[in-house]
């Protein structure tokens, strides 16, 4: 069994986790707003479920892990129930903390992957480079049936879901860039836009200078959602304090990070350290936690900037990334600015709110459901003739992206970013 | 039990067993819990009648389900067996836009349905609180209410034709423009009890042109009542007529202001209609507030302002959700002018248990629910909840009313079934379900007190209804007195004129000519069968109230034992019947809403006297005339069909009654 949390911040106040999955009545509103229930019809497979199978196993009133595993694994933690909730129990932590009461010792990949995170992010950048050289020269594709035999499908089937292989990472892109004495804002590099999106890195840099003024590229560990979601908790932990840490060393002014996934991650880090003996980091956790923002409000906040209907003439419209509408809330602001930019192009398409089937690991492991989500996706794009959808979030951006060049090449996905700012050029002409 | 031979009939995956799935099916929206043996996620109708067949070989219980919001424990597996879930036959079949009929699977989710129905200018009126998730099939059985059934009508009024997998595992249909007794309203609300829907065609409605909003606040329950009366009186069927008392505001202002002024209580008015017609009514509504006491009132018209008249009522239940882990939704009924009395009766009895009653009303049809929050992992205090619940029912019974308005009975109200009925009413229920049911396999041990159990607490509390007349008492003698004899049951022969075959009792009903009861305050009319429909309609009139009955010669019990128009069921509240034994049991009740057992009274519309002697019906009464057919078609006996052969038996085991017409 792997370290659990225990408590959670819900929002009721602090429960301990069975508090927090009791707050579950049972009365299936959420439903509806489950997307693996949507596509299965199976209540295990839905909110409610998951929350009975937790509570059970912690009532020690259900022996069956292996189903119980499929249920919480099959969990898209897209965190539409919770909005959904009228008590707003927190389906999403609550089964995280079910896998961890299943599962037994971390993978030894995830290990790895989580260790270099902490020790080395140098190295970690080079082994991607490697990686991506061996995509690029199409050996991966090779040897994507060995990584199978070895176990290691979820490589294989990450490598055949992105054809994104950037030579240059953000870090390499960003080398001159030179931080003002007082930055108007942090940039926090997650590591999509680091390392698989630099594009996206570059953009969101660039348009936040134009419009909160020149802002500092700092070199952030990493998050510690992956860490936090598959492996271990004091993994996440020791990231989270190496960021804390990070940012106390400069000001108070904003962290802005543009995966939000990664950003919602760092908004929830005073939930780490809720232990009696975590005090003192959960004062840290929360005046960091106050300071971060999804690139994506800060564009909402300041669409009146930005060029009015510059990119209408091309079909747009918005896919929520669930770590953006859900636990953070964020509906309103992308749109603001995505409208104001596009004009009368912009169209809202049916579920926008729903989950692509991206959602982290989970399309590389729950392939077949997964794609049920992105055809329906894909199609209420294509049924507003869209041309290019916009959304803020890495697996976003890969299962879309995945998703029009199989289904629907008509359409490209972009990261808000990329979007602003390209509108913020096209009118100083560059 | 030999699963695996119905694993092989159906999809790989389908069936399934593994504990943890049986524990996700082991709850609904209520609070009981009971684990299946198996469950089938099934994928077509074809599926469910393997099932029902399998079942049926091995004695095996079944459970149909869709979304599982079930609030009185109606689709848990008391019994073990097989939880047949629905949610995958989801598919909207067709939407005939002129003809203003949907044909769905029972997956369907209510929402999905009033989507696509409002991309063509319709409605599916059925709203209950359920809507986004709850399951068109769920609906149906459960005979589900909502706000708007008030101007609308429940489940029941929407519902024109079904098909169902019958627990013999033979597919049947029943629709509205059927011959003969009205089976389609048996299986309506049955809560799966006789068998499980497949297929509906629901009828849909055209959008309204206009809405409009109208908040009021009032210095008492009592004075909120008595304008809900007025409002009724008027002749103004608003689309909903919502009620919540002041700690339910309270509740939901915690941390936020909705602006509702701090009155003890609150009325929600909606109406809709032609845009003329619903400002001449808003007026209207506004006047009867400000004469019956209304310290406030606010009106609007446009959606976002509307909206957010409606906040607070919207957020109640979110508001009460978050007080504790769970909240006791309990669910009665009674007639409208008694609401003062039930609120009263409802505090006094959350004082005496130490908890907090929360109220919220659809009162337009005296239907309230008091609100219970609690925690189920407190023994203790789920007795005293569960208790003033309980308590909170009898004291609705008491009052002339029911035990569940649009929730359902389950398994939570299965014993207070005897507060309600008659030990012969309850025998005619079980016998019915015995009839369609004879091994008890379709979601058993529900909707009635278990056979052979004591029933718990206090028995019968309905208040007596009046009395018989001298005339009904002689028809009852007449028949307890005649063992063996046959009968033929006549009213004016207007519509049949057959001679009384040779040896057959005659029971003329032309002396059951009593208008019982009219109650004007809440619109009801309790009325002999013998009383010919031109003297009820001349005497009505003079009473300025009205009733939807053709006008027609003949008696009103030979129009409803004919059935020459299916408009007939619309407003049937409930009757008085004299059985072939001597028995003489009571349907339904005088309450609007009312989902207490078998809809009996609507069944017998149409049944030719085969069934039993309709010695009184209740209905509905409207403040305004209601639109009828000028002319009906002449009537001659239906051919018996299979299922309404079986159900007779329920009510006339050996064929006495008027044998030839239609048995």
Redesign the interface.
Known sequence: MAESLGRLITD?GERTLYDAV???????????ACPTYVA?????K?P??RN??VR?MLEK????P???M??LTTCLTCGACTT?C???VPVVDIVLEGRRLLRGETHWLVKAVCRIMVTSPRLFAVLLKIGFLLKKSGLSALGRPFLRAAGLSVLASMDEHTTESPFWNLDDLTHKRENPESPAYRYFAPCGPRYLFPRVGVATLSALDELKGKGAYLDNPCCGLLAHNYGDLSVARELAKKNIEHAEKSGTEQIVGDCSSCVAHLKTYPQLFLKPEDQEWRTRAESFSKRVKDAVELYGECADKLPSAVAEGVETTYHDSCRAINPQGIKAQPRLAAKKAAGASYCEMAGADACCGGAGAFAFVNEDLSDDLLKKKVGNAAAVQAEVVLTSSTSCLIQLARGFRKYYPDAKVLHLSEFVDGALKKTHGA | MRLDELRAQVAPGSLRS????L???S???ALARARPDAVL?ASGAADVRRAVIWCGENGVPFIARG???NLSGGCIAVKGGLVI?L??L?RILSLDVAGRVACVEP?V?N?DLQKEAEKVGLFYAPDPA?F???TLGGNAAENAGGPRCLKYGVTTNHVLAAEAVMPDGTLARFSQADDGPELLSLLVGAEGTLGVLVKLWLKLTPLPEDTRTILAGFPSIDAAVACVSAIIAAGVLPRALEAMDRPTVESVEVGRSLGYPKDPAILLIELDGPAAVCAREAAEVERLCAESGATTVRAATDPVERERLWEGRRGA??AL??LA???LVEDGVVPRDKLPDIVRRIQEIAAKHRVKAYLLFHAGDGNIHPNIAY???DAEETGRVKAAGHEMLQACVELGGSLSGEHGIGLDKRDAMAWLFSDETLKLFHRVKDAVDPAHLANPDKLFPVAGKAATGRSFLRPPSGALSEYAKLLVDKVSSSPGASFRVRGASTRWKDETPAGAVELLTTGLGRIADLDKRNFTLTVETGVSIHALQRELEIQGVFVRLPKSGGTVGGLLATRPWPGLREDILGMRVLLSNGDVVELGGKVVKNVAGYDLSRLLLGSWGTFGVILEVTMKLHARPVETPSSLAPASPPKPSLWASRVRKAFDPDGRMNPGLGG
């Open positions: 009721l009791s707050q579950c009545s049972r009365c299936g509103y959420c439903e509806q299965t019809g199976d209540e295990s839905s409610r479920g009975q199978i059970l009133k259900l022996d069956d292996k189903a119980a499929e249920a959904a009228y008590a707003k | 593994e504990p943890a799935e524990a996700v099916y709850y609904d929206g996620l979304a599982g919001t879930s949610a995958r989801n997956g989710v929402l359920s986004r998730v709850s239940y979110a959700a978050r882990p769970n909240v925690d189920e992992r």
